[in-house]
């Protein structure tokens, strides 16, 4: 069975970095084919994708998070991390993580982390 | 930035169509995938590459693409099919991958 679950801080201050972690089971990240994506949703908003590590360590970023968000993945405890700086009150929302299955010519989510809700407030 | 654009809300009866649009302009060259999103509920994929559908996902999802319109279809609508659907790509040049602005269906 596959699975994915997100770890983290559920408060964090402004201006502090947030690191959150998925942990992956029922597959490996050294496959050719997986990789893991981060996405978020404000409360009451639309999805927002946010970064992807895919098999050959190839990483893509949002184009407006670009300059905040770092991803990156320990294939030996089957952990992806992502870090996103600089945390401001509109970053609060619930962060998922996502199987990111390499298809013919771009990544989709197949399965998905139940997600965890991060608040920024001081 | 690349966008995809879907209408806020599409209305159907119970065992009626439901088709719901996404629009971007590097979807003629890059496929799209759909996602269905219960309230208080992860997403979860229905359509992948445009048309395909993962194992456990109804028959009456189906997918298709022409020009720069992807188009999720839902044919027999059934009350459970009620969600927000997002739509999923990334610009030609595959940097930025985005999801569509959502697209909340009622069936009633």
């Known amino acids: 069975q596959v699975t994915l679950k997100e770890s983290g801080p559920v408060l964090v201050k402004p201006t502090e970095t947030l690191t959150l972690t998925c942990t992956v089971s029922g597959f490996s990240l050294y496959n050719d084919r997986m990789g893991v994506s981060w996405i978020r949703q404000p409360p009451g908003k639309a999805l927002e994708w946010l970064a992807h590590?895919?098999?050959?360590?190839?990483?893509s970023y949002s184009a407006s998070l670009r300059s905040r968000l770092t991803i990156s993945k320990d294939t030996s405890k089957s952990q992806v991390v992502l870090t996103l700086t600089n945390m401001d009150p509109v970053d609060t929302a619930t962060y998922y993580c996502a199987r990111a299955t390499q298809g013919i010519q771009l990544a989709y989510m197949d399965v998905w982390g139940k997600g965890t809700t991060v608040t920024v407030s001081s | 930035s690349y966008e995809l654009t879907q209408p806020p809300s599409v209305s159907v009866s119970p065992g009626q169509t439901a088709r719901i649009t996404c629009s971007g302009d590097?979807?003629?060259?890059?496929?799209a995938s759909w996602y269905q999103q219960k309230s208080g509920q992860a997403p979860v994929l229905v359509i992948y590459?445009?048309?395909k559908r993962p194992s456990g996902i109804p028959e009456r999802f189906s997918g298709s693409s022409s020009g720069t319109m992807a188009t999720l279809t839902i044919s027999g609508a059934q009350v459970e099919d009620e969600a927000d659907y997002y739509c999923f790509s990334t610009d030609s040049n595959a940097y930025h991958y985005v999801f569509g602005t959502g697209t909340k269906v009622t069936v009633l």
């Open positions: 590097s979807l003629p060259r890059k496929y």
């Open positions: 590459e445009d048309s």
């Open positions: 590590i895919l098999p050959n360590d190839e990483k």
